[in-house]
């Protein structure tokens, strides 16, 4: 009956290991697209922000 139990437990730890594991890989993943995608949106060349040449500043 022992044998039963510490397996189950191993089981539960392994489990509770790997979903932590794929947390540790997923949340930095996520901050990583996120900050990219800012860098993209901030460096967006607008036509607006343009000075055209030959107009007064």
Same mark, same amino acid.
């Given at each position: 009956? !022992? $044998? *039963? =139990?510490? *397996? $189950?437990?191993?089981? %539960?730890?392994?489990?509770?290991?790997? $979903?932590?594991?794929?947390? /540790? =890989? #997923?949340?930095?993943? +996520?901050?990583?697209? =996120?900050? #990219?995608?800012?860098?993209?949106? %901030?460096?967006? /060349? +607008?036509? %607006?922000?343009? *000075?055209?040449? !030959?107009?007064?500043?």
């Amino acid at each position: 009956m !022992g $044998a *039963k =139990i510490a *397996k $189950a437990l191993l089981l %539960v730890t392994a489990m509770m290991f790997f $979903a932590a594991l794929a947390l /540790d =890989i #997923a949340v930095p993943t +996520l901050v990583l697209c =996120i900050m #990219a995608l800012s860098t993209r949106l %901030v460096s967006f /060349d +607008l036509p %607006v922000a343009r *000075k055209h040449g !030959g107009e007064a500043a």
